[in-house]
């Protein structure tokens, strides 16, 4: 709803009114309708002014609508109301003005900006676009090409970029609406008549066609397969119409996109990023009940590219660190590059570099007075260990222990503590200072308190963290194997790593399964193989009865390990080269090899590409659910979109399973495990087999057919 008081005299003041970010729902809108008209008849009132609640103007439309039919007032036409006013109308907007609430600032006559205020529309993000009236009045208040840029990446933009744009008449430190309500006063006998966007022409620009082409170029690569960038871009080019004309496109642009799976998708994908802060382990504690401990100080012990990362990453949260390494080359090393990446974020935000907030030791003896370390060494398991039983001796009590393993067992590395109950996994992603998420994975014996101050640390470092529960390879990691393991199993059956790839593409990752294998290094997985007893110069295709493949080892024993050595499932034209080739070797190794195993290449197509490597991935994800290592679906999605470049328009794998249908997934599952019932990853888990026979229910239900967790507490 919207609050009406007349100040200073003569300017009516509607305040928006629906915690906690105003957002725009039916009783808002009708709110602004009421409030309008009772501004414009009063005789009293020569301008208004348009704020927000508690210091946010508005966080954009009420999200959690779209789910249902519409009802009040639509907000195109509220907007059109305040925009046609008679009298002047002041937005003063502190806070955030994000999507619809930008456009309803859009339809004000004036601006006024908190010099903290954050302003865009990411609707982009939601799988639509700037659909009341965004798409039509911003290129013409800042141009085109400024407008692409903020509606296809729906970034925020600060307050003093929105004044150099032209966004905002003006950005202020003081109290916003004071200064707005000053401002109104001051206008209060213009006519609003030029003030008016949806009456600008779109500014001239001498190569349109070019700057449309270009960025619809880039946004198709950015993200294959969505549609709302495209629609987005489709709906700015429409600017250049007369305004009914434009508004006329962006409608039917935003219909076919309101109702689209995609949508639908991204959506989801917002509100889980918001649910699994919602934590809860399977002994009963949650996030609700528990107190992260505040983390002042805190070591990185380990500056390979993990350590570094993670190293800039705390001390842009305002964390005092001390990164350790022994190896003095690699110390020297660090102590640049940790600089170098610092001084570039804080140019990019704007601040000075904190450089003193970092200090550097080539010995464990610092651990002795930190609140938290994370142990980022070799991924090693009698390495990690030692780390752990060095800092079990030197660090004061109640220092939580934490390691960025990408898999390995928390609670070994507890076991060689004296407190195993501070010690959790803090999974980072390369490069850790940019991605998004962080698995904290709670060991048998980690406290509630040791997981919530991770989960906060997380989040103070501006990562989404997600609690997961030990097993190898935690969640990622182990639904990362069987989609590996089918992509495998289909070359040895006839495909090529190029058809794999470009399937997965098309389907929407950024990367193929085998060019992002070869990115990340071939020998990682090899290491951790052969750690696991995988004989060398072996290529058997059967490994404890079950099928296993053995290409990847075999590449590695030819020294292809990937990009870096300039060969692996692809060739590249030096080492580190990044323009990866199809490989007439690796064409003739296959070949070989079928032959060597008596194989046939039979054809295989698109959709066999798809169903056994993702369906694979999904199946694991239900067991996931089953063995309670995620709480929930969405922690399994949020950590494929976010760590995994699973395409945000598809929700996760297993939103992606409920919208591709439970019962067909199931179908192929039972077939495909029929075609290979030596491949165990295929068989379909009785998670999925529950929820087919429980109809299928959506995604959001499906926590209530999980095993409940046990309260200790
Ligand atoms: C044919 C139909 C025509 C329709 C035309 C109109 C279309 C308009 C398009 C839009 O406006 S779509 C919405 C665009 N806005 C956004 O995408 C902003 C989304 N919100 C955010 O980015 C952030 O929430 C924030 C505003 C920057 C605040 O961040 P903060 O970290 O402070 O808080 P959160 O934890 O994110 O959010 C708190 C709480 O509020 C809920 N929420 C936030 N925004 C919305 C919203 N727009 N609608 C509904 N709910 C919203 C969020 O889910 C949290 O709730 P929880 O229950 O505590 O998890």
Same mark, same amino acid.
């Given at each position: 709803?919207?609050?009406?008081?007349?100040?200073?005299?003569?300017?009516?003041?509607?305040?928006?009114?629906?915690?906690?970010?105003?957002?725009?729902?039916?009783?808002?809108?009708?709110?602004?309708?009421?409030?309008?008209?009772?501004?414009?008849?009063?005789?009293?009132?020569?301008?208004?002014?348009?704020?927000?609640?508690?210091?946010?103007?508005?966080?954009?439309?009420?999200?959690?609508?779209?789910?249902?039919?519409?009802?009040?007032?639509?907000?195109?036409?509220?907007?059109?109301?305040?925009?046609?006013?008679?009298?002047?109308?002041?937005?003063?907007?502190?806070?955030?003005?994000?999507?619809?609430?930008?456009?309803?600032?859009?339809?004000?006559?004036?601006?006024?900006?908190?010099?903290?205020?954050?302003?865009?529309?990411?609707?982009?993000?939601?799988?639509?676009?700037?659909?009341?009236?965004?798409?039509?009045?911003?290129?013409?208040?800042?141009?085109?090409?400024?407008?692409?840029?903020?509606?296809?990446?729906?970034?925020?933009?600060?307050?003093?970029?929105?004044?150099?744009?032209?966004?905002?008449?003006?950005?202020?430190?003081?109290?916003?609406?004071?200064?707005?309500?000053?401002?109104?006063?001051?206008?209060?006998?213009?006519?609003?008549?030029?003030?008016?966007?949806?009456?600008?022409?779109?500014?001239?620009?001498?190569?349109?066609?070019?700057?449309?082409?270009?960025?619809?170029?880039?946004?198709?690569?950015?993200?294959?397969?969505?549609?709302?960038?495209?629609?987005?871009?489709?709906?700015?080019?429409?600017?250049?119409?007369?305004?009914?004309?434009?508004?006329?496109?962006?409608?039917?642009?935003?219909?076919?996109?309101?109702?689209?799976?995609?949508?639908?998708?991204?959506?989801?994908?917002?509100?889980?990023?918001?649910?699994?802060?919602?934590?809860?382990?399977?002994?009963?504690?949650?996030?609700?009940?528990?107190?992260?401990?505040?983390?002042?100080?805190?070591?990185?012990?380990?500056?390979?590219?993990?350590?570094?990362?993670?190293?800039?990453?705390?001390?842009?949260?305002?964390?005092?660190?001390?990164?350790?390494?022994?190896?003095?080359?690699?110390?020297?090393?660090?102590?640049?590059?940790?600089?170098?990446?610092?001084?570039?974020?804080?140019?990019?935000?704007?601040?000075?570099?904190?450089?003193?907030?970092?200090?550097?030791?080539?010995?464990?003896?610092?651990?002795?007075?930190?609140?938290?370390?994370?142990?980022?060494?070799?991924?090693?398991?009698?390495?990690?260990?030692?780390?752990?039983?060095?800092?079990?001796?030197?660090?004061?009590?109640?220092?939580?222990?934490?390691?960025?393993?990408?898999?390995?067992?928390?609670?070994?590395?507890?076991?060689?503590?004296?407190?195993?109950?501070?010690?959790?996994?803090?999974?980072?992603?390369?490069?850790?200072?940019?991605?998004?998420?962080?698995?904290?994975?709670?060991?048998?014996?980690?406290?509630?308190?040791?997981?919530?101050?991770?989960?906060?640390?997380?989040?103070?470092?501006?990562?989404?963290?997600?609690?997961?529960?030990?097993?190898?390879?935690? =969640?990622?990691? /182990?639904? %990362?194997?069987?989609?590996?393991?089918?992509? +495998?199993?289909? *070359? $040895?059956? #006839?495909?090529?790593?190029?058809?794999?790839?470009?399937?997965?593409?098309?389907?929407?990752?950024?990367?193929?399964?085998?060019?992002?294998?070869?990115?990340?290094?071939?020998?990682?997985?090899?290491?951790?193989?052969?750690?696991?007893?995988?004989?060398?110069?072996?290529?058997?295709?059967?490994?404890?009865?079950?099928?296993?493949?053995?290409?990847?080892?075999?590449?590695?024993?030819?020294?292809?390990?990937?990009?870096?050595?300039?060969?692996?499932?692809?060739?590249?034209?030096?080492?580190?080269?990044?323009?990866?080739?199809?490989?007439?070797?690796?064409?003739?190794?296959?070949?070989?090899?079928?032959?060597?195993?008596?194989?046939?290449?039979?054809?295989?197509?698109?959709?066999? =590409?798809?169903? /056994?490597? %993702?369906?694979?991935?999904?199946?694991?994800? +239900?067991?996931? *659910? $089953?063995? #309670?290592?995620?709480?929930?679906?969405?922690?399994?999605?949020?950590?494929?979109?976010?760590?995994?470049?699973?395409?945000?328009?598809?929700?996760?794998?297993?939103?992606?399973?409920?919208?591709?249908?439970?019962?067909?997934?199931?179908?192929?599952?039972?077939?495909?495990?029929?075609?290979?019932?030596?491949?165990?990853?295929?068989?379909?888990?009785?998670?999925?087999?529950?929820?087919?026979?429980?109809?299928?229910?959506?995604?959001?239900?499906?926590?209530?057919?999980?095993?409940?967790?046990?309260?200790?507490?």
């Amino acid at each position: 709803m919207a609050q009406y008081s007349r100040v200073s005299g003569t300017v009516g003041l509607i305040t928006l009114l629906n915690p906690p970010v105003n957002a725009l729902s039916a009783a808002v809108r009708q709110g602004i309708v009421d409030m309008m008209d009772k501004a414009l008849s009063d005789r009293k009132v020569k301008s208004v002014v348009i704020c927000g609640h508690n210091g946010k103007f508005c966080g954009g439309a009420d999200i959690r609508e779209f789910s249902s039919p519409l009802t009040g007032p639509l907000l195109i036409p509220v907007i059109q109301g305040v925009e046609s006013a008679a009298k002047p109308v002041v937005a003063a907007i502190e806070g955030v003005a994000l999507g619809g609430g930008l456009e309803l600032a859009l339809g004000c006559h004036y601006r006024i900006a908190h010099s903290k205020a954050r302003l865009g529309l990411p609707e982009v993000h939601l799988g639509l676009l700037p659909g009341a009236g965004g798409s039509q009045r911003l290129p013409r208040l800042i141009g085109v090409p400024a407008a692409l840029d903020i509606i296809t990446t729906g970034r925020h933009v600060t307050a003093a970029e929105a004044l150099k744009l032209g966004l905002v008449d003006r950005v202020t430190d003081r109290n916003t609406v004071d200064e707005a309500v000053k401002f109104a006063l001051s206008v209060a006998d213009q006519s609003p008549q030029s003030r008016r966007i949806s009456t600008f022409p779109c500014p001239h620009h001498p190569d349109l066609d070019a700057v449309f082409e270009g960025v619809m170029q880039r946004v198709r690569q950015r993200a294959r397969g969505a549609l709302a960038p495209v629609a987005c871009v489709q709906a700015v080019a429409a600017a250049t119409l007369p305004f009914a004309q434009g508004m006329e496109r962006e409608r039917e642009l935003m219909a076919t996109l309101f109702t689209s799976g995609q949508a639908r998708a991204q959506q989801y994908h917002f509100f889980a990023q918001r649910a699994v802060g919602r934590w809860s382990m399977p002994s009963g504690a949650r996030w609700d009940k528990t107190k992260p401990v505040a983390v002042h100080k805190a070591m990185v012990i380990g500056l390979g590219t993990m350590g570094r990362g993670i190293s800039v990453a705390l001390v842009q949260a305002g964390v005092s660190v001390v990164a350790m390494e022994t190896n003095e080359k690699q110390l020297m090393d660090a102590k640049q590059a940790i600089s170098s990446m610092l001084e570039r974020g804080a140019k990019r935000r704007g601040v000075a570099p904190a450089l003193d907030k970092i200090r550097y030791s080539s010995d464990m003896q610092p651990a002795a007075d930190v609140d938290l370390v994370i142990e980022a060494v070799f991924e090693d398991m009698a390495l990690k260990k030692k780390v752990f039983q060095q800092l079990s001796a030197l660090c004061k009590p109640g220092t939580f222990l934490c390691s960025n393993t990408s898999g390995l067992d928390v609670d070994q590395l507890a076991s060689e503590t004296r407190t195993p109950e501070l010690v959790v996994g803090m999974h980072f992603f390369a490069p850790a200072h940019v991605m998004k998420l962080l698995e904290v994975v709670y060991g048998s014996r980690s406290s509630p308190q040791a997981v919530a101050t991770a989960m906060e640390l997380g989040k103070q470092m501006g990562k989404v963290s997600v609690a997961v529960g030990n097993c190898r390879g935690f =969640v990622g990691n /182990r639904m %990362l194997k069987p989609y590996l393991e089918q992509a +495998f199993f289909l *070359l $040895e059956e #006839g495909a090529t790593p190029e058809f794999v790839d470009q399937v997965l593409e098309e389907f929407g990752f950024a990367m193929g399964v085998f060019r992002m294998s070869d990115l990340s290094g071939l020998d990682v997985g090899w290491r951790v193989r052969k750690a696991d007893g995988l004989p060398d110069g072996h290529s058997a295709r059967i490994r404890q009865g079950c099928r296993y493949s053995p290409l990847g080892d075999l590449l590695c024993e030819q020294g292809r390990f990937g990009q870096k050595t300039g060969r692996g499932w692809y060739q590249y034209d030096k080492p580190g080269g990044q323009v990866a080739k199809p490989d007439p070797w690796l064409q003739d190794f296959l070949e070989k090899f079928r032959t060597q195993h008596g194989l046939v290449a039979r054809r295989i197509d698109h959709q066999e =590409v798809l169903e /056994r490597c %993702l369906y694979a991935l999904m199946n694991e994800g +239900f067991r996931i *659910l $089953e063995d #309670g290592i995620a709480a929930g679906p969405e922690d399994i999605d949020v950590i494929y979109v976010l760590g995994y470049s699973w395409p945000p328009h598809r929700g996760g794998p297993m939103f992606y399973a409920a919208m591709v249908g439970l019962k067909k997934v199931l179908e192929r599952l039972e077939h495909y495990h029929q075609e290979h019932p030596d491949i165990p990853s295929l068989k379909p888990c009785n998670l999925l087999r529950k929820l087919v026979v429980s109809g299928s229910p959506p995604v959001q239900k499906w926590r209530e057919f999980l095993q409940k967790p046990q309260s200790q507490l």
